[in-house]
């Protein structure tokens, strides 16, 4: 089977391979072939995935092209973790922001939407050109913001495209692990929309361990997210937020620790990236060495100024290992083989959530089987959450009227509606300072 990757040359490529390297079963990924517009990158990652590969016999194996069309033709799957504008667009969707005193994450407010401005248009071309040249494959979108392009693409390739992300994934682990259960035997009820969901419930053999969670401090405080919210909150709000939701709880907080960091987390990445990439164009360089030391430096910064500003901590060790690498492989094996199983995917809502319409893509627990994901029955949200979460469905809605249009009204109306900007005024600004920086959103009149 054909595995595409498009986004080949990114950093996080050998996470996805290194997964595949533990499957030998039947039916697996026999082939990978990278897609990148960058051809030096392309060359670097190639060269950590043979020594990934050195000591595996049936190593998958790895082609790369910079020709999206020969890169598609014959997948079975396609995995779809794109960065238009790469990091220093990411840098540059932080500093406007921050500039006009507002969240400039690449998901969340302000940032976010200049994300999804630019990369709506992308995403949607290449679903139409799967739909044309791989119309038997499924598509797993890892790319950022993740259910509001899974949704661009849904719109071209229906209930073909999954969206997949490993923080509901990293969030139930934690807690089962705290409880005392294993991760893998525990059903997780979350519900949301992508980086904007809650864990209301976490059963171990059928019974829920929330409750003695929450009534417990020294449980609370024992992992992350009970560091980064706080207990107090977090019995207000009788569930665990994803830590995303850090940015609209505590959003003064957050953005004053971003505006006084050194660097922002994009302008970080961006610097680590480029002396890594660097450091691969030497020919004896140690690739799988090299990569391995950049990619523990990248782990553990993450979210840092949140920790910092909510004074949480260092991460835990085993929270450094990832995750969506194992949700992608489980959610393939399960399509590819019929191995029926439980995930956490971005899929479109159907009846799932009644406040949103069948075509929204939410972040809910799934059936999968070789017909796809099936989103399982939720409770309703609780009215504080269902605001948040219908406020910022229909923030997505305007950037893919503004996507589809070249709107620029349309996108000014998506940065005003946003929770975390304040002012008409500002959006207006934002909208500017983004098509000063970004010739992806010249298409805006």
């Given at each position: 089977?054909?595995?595409?990757?498009?986004?080949?040359?990114?950093?996080?490529?050998?996470?996805?391979?290194?997964?595949?390297?533990?499957?030998?079963?039947?039916?697996?990924?026999?082939?990978?072939?990278?897609?990148?517009?960058?051809?030096?990158?392309?060359?670097?990652?190639?060269?950590?995935l043979?020594?990934?590969?050195?000591?595996v016999?049936?190593?998958?194996?790895?082609?790369?092209?910079t020709?999206?069309?020969?890169?598609?033709?014959?997948?079975?799957?396609?995995?779809?973790?794109?960065?238009?504008?790469?990091?220093?667009?990411?840098?540059?969707?932080?500093?406007?922001?921050?500039?006009?005193?507002?969240?400039?994450?690449?998901t969340?407010?302000?940032?976010?939407?200049?994300?999804?401005?630019?990369?709506?248009?992308?995403?949607?071309?290449?679903?139409?050109?799967?739909?044309?040249?791989?119309?038997?494959?499924?598509?797993?979108?890892?790319?950022?913001?993740?259910?509001?392009?899974?949704e661009?693409?849904?719109?071209?390739?229906?209930?073909?495209?999954?969206?997949?992300?490993?923080?509901?994934?990293?969030?139930?682990?934690?807690?089962?692990?705290?409880?005392?259960?294993?991760?893998?035997?525990?059903?997780?009820?979350?519900?949301?929309?992508?980086?904007?969901?809650?864990v209301?419930?976490?059963?171990?053999?059928?019974?829920?361990?929330?409750?003695?969670?929450?009534?417990?401090?020294?449980?609370?405080?024992?992992?992350?997210?009970?560091?980064?919210?706080?207990?107090?909150?977090?019995?207000?709000l009788?569930?665990?937020?994803?830590?995303?939701?850090?940015?609209?709880?505590?959003?003064?907080?957050?953005?004053?620790?971003?505006?006084?960091?050194?660097?922002?987390?994009?302008?970080?990445?961006?610097?680590?990236?480029?002396?890594?990439?660097?450091?691969?164009?030497?020919p004896?360089?140690?690739?799988?060495t090299?990569?391995?030391?950049?990619?523990?430096?990248?782990?553990?910064?993450?979210?840092?100024?949140?920790?910092?500003?909510?004074?949480a901590?260092?991460?835990?060790?085993?929270?450094?290992?990832?995750?969506?690498?194992?949700?992608?492989?489980?959610?393939?094996?399960?399509?590819?083989?019929?191995?029926?199983?439980?995930?956490?995917?971005?899929?479109?809502?159907?009846?799932?959530?009644?406040?949103?319409?069948?075509?929204?893509?939410?972040?809910?627990?799934?059936?999968?089987?070789?017909?796809?994901?099936?989103?399982?029955?939720?409770?309703?949200?609780?009215?504080?959450?269902?605001?948040?979460?219908c406020?910022?469905?229909?923030?997505?809605?305007?950037?893919?009227?503004?996507?589809?249009?070249?709107?620029?009204?349309?996108?000014?109306?998506?940065?005003?509606?946003?929770?975390?900007?304040?002012?008409?005024?500002?959006?207006?600004?934002?909208?500017?300072?983004?098509?000063?920086?970004?010739?992806?959103?010249?298409?805006?009149?």
């Open positions: 089977m054909k595995l595409t990757i498009l986004g080949g040359g990114g950093f996080r490529v050998p996470l996805v391979y290194g997964a595949l390297l533990t499957d030998h079963a039947e039916g697996r990924v026999t082939e990978v072939v990278l897609h990148d517009l960058d051809a030096g990158r392309l060359d670097a990652v190639v060269r950590v043979a020594e990934q590969a050195a000591d016999p049936d190593a998958p194996a790895v082609t790369a092209t020709d999206l069309d020969q890169a598609l033709r014959g997948a079975g799957f396609v995995f779809c973790a794109i960065r238009v504008g790469g990091l220093e667009g990411r840098a540059n969707d932080e500093r406007v922001a921050l500039a006009e005193g507002v969240l400039g994450q690449e969340v407010g302000a940032g976010g939407i200049a994300y999804g401005l630019r990369t709506v248009p992308v995403a949607a071309d290449i679903a139409r050109r799967v739909a044309r040249l791989a119309p038997d494959a499924w598509v797993i979108n890892f790319t950022n913001p993740a259910g509001l392009v899974t661009a693409m849904s719109r071209h390739l229906g209930d073909r495209v999954i969206g997949i992300c490993d923080s509901p994934v990293g969030l139930g682990r934690r807690i089962a692990r705290v409880l005392g259960g294993d991760p893998r035997e525990a059903w997780i009820d979350y519900v949301g929309l992508n980086h904007l969901g809650w209301r419930g976490l059963h171990i053999a059928g019974r829920d361990e929330l409750p003695r969670l929450l009534a417990d401090p020294g449980l609370l405080g024992s992992f992350e997210e009970g560091r980064l919210f706080g207990a107090d909150w977090l019995r207000s009788g569930a665990i937020p994803n830590e995303y939701l850090h940015y609209y709880y505590f959003n003064r907080e957050a953005v004053h620790a971003y505006r006084r960091a050194e660097r922002t987390r994009g302008a970080f990445l961006r610097d680590q990236q480029a002396r890594f990439y660097a450091e691969m164009r030497e004896g360089a140690r690739a799988l090299a990569w391995n030391r950049t990619r523990a430096e990248r782990e553990a910064t993450y979210m840092a100024e949140n920790r910092e500003a909510a004074g901590g260092e991460r835990a060790a085993e929270d450094l290992s990832g995750g969506y690498e194992k949700v992608a492989l489980a959610l393939m094996r399960a399509i590819a083989r019929d191995e029926r199983t439980t995930l956490i995917l971005d899929v479109r809502n159907r009846a799932t959530l009644p406040v949103l319409d069948s075509e929204a893509v939410v972040e809910v627990p799934c059936l999968v089987d070789a017909n796809g994901a099936h989103p399982v029955a939720v409770a309703p949200l609780p009215g504080h959450a269902t605001g948040l979460v406020a910022v469905k229909a923030v997505e809605r305007e950037v893919l009227a503004a996507a589809e249009s070249g709107s620029r009204a349309a996108a000014v109306k998506a940065f005003a509606l946003h929770p975390l900007v304040d002012s008409v005024t500002v959006a207006r600004r934002l909208v500017e300072g983004y098509t000063d920086v970004h010739p992806g959103l010249a298409y805006l009149k």
